[in-house]
């Protein structure tokens, strides 16, 4: 896969896509970051790319002509059309299904906005889709670009260690991770090492293991995300579990609970009703 990123500092994607996953999807060929700077296609003598903005107000506007003719070298720059996807807390929200769709492109053009954005017109003219990692602001969208270069390239077979790891992610299928927990190979006797440690993930029986790990995903989706619950139709296993899960963690917290305001109170979610 191909990512052009269009930016102002493309000395930060140079150390960001250096390092971790993606830095070794790179070396082992399933990925590649290209930058462009605007700058180098501004016309005036300081390589101006923002201007004030028409009707008055603070902050300067990313002007159309830089922008235009470098997102028109990047897309000449390779004949697999790619889209362009402008980083935007008004765009749509950024979801793991949206970063698995995307990482199935084989090329795409990120677009880095900086001061108080860029003119609209531009982006009616050549944007394809507007992205947001989240309902707040950064100064320039280098950040949630290298965001999204970190969330689609781990996703690539072979960018990962362990193939199945990007499975057992957090949101892989709709839900939280479950809880994991280290092996100590070093000091200490093997009741020490295992101390706090869930019995079952010793017990090497591994229907239970993964039993036990759904069940602590539903959990902890439960108690954290229950949003995500409610968009979930779950199966009757899953809700035995999950209502397990509910009926243990209120028995363990019973004494704090009762000082829980009304508000705080851990709710179950339509998805868990049947």
């Known amino acids: 896969m191909r990512i052009d990123v269009v930016t102002l500092f493309p000395q930060f994607f140079a150390e960001a896509t250096r390092i971790g996953v993606v830095g070794r999807a790179q070396e082992r060929g399933l990925l590649s970051v290209v930058t462009w700077n605007p700058r180098d296609a501004a016309s005036d003598l300081h390589r101006s790319v923002d201007d004030r903005t028409f009707g008055g107000g603070p902050g300067m506007v990313m002007t159309v002509e830089p922008l235009r003719s470098v997102l028109k070298q990047a897309q000449a720059a390779e004949a697999t059309p790619a889209p362009v996807i402008y980083l935007s ?3 749509e929200r950024l979801t793991q299904r949206k970063v698995e769709s995307l990482s199935q492109l084989p090329r795409m053009i990120l677009l880095c906005g900086r001061y108080e954005g860029i003119d609209e017109r531009l982006l009616d003219e050549i944007v394809d889709q507007e992205l947001s990692i989240g309902d707040y602001v950064l100064s320039g969208g280098e950040l949630a670009a290298s965001v999204l270069i970190d969330a689609v390239g781990r996703l690539h077979d072979g960018a990962l260690g362990d193939a199945d790891s990007a499975k057992q992610d957090s949101f892989a299928n709709g839900l939280l991770d479950c809880p994991h927990y280290s092996r100590s190979r070093r000091g200490g006797a093997q009741d020490q090492q295992t101390a706090g440690v869930p019995p079952v993930l010793l017990s090497g029986n591994h229907a239970l293991i993964a ?9 902890r989706t439960w108690l954290r995300r229950p949003d995500l619950l409610a968009r979930m139709e779950l199966d009757q296993a899953a809700r035995k579990l999950l209502e397990a899960f509910r009926q ?12 829980w305001p009304a508000a705080n109170m851990p709710k179950a979610s339509q998805g868990q009703r049947s």
């Not at 039993?211 to 959990?219: D, I």
């Open 89 to 91: 807390p008004q765009g």
């Open 211 to 219: 039993q036990w790990r759904l069940k602590q995903s539903l959990g």
């Open 248 to 259: 243990e963690y209120l028995a363990d917290h019973e004494t704090a609970r009762q000082g």
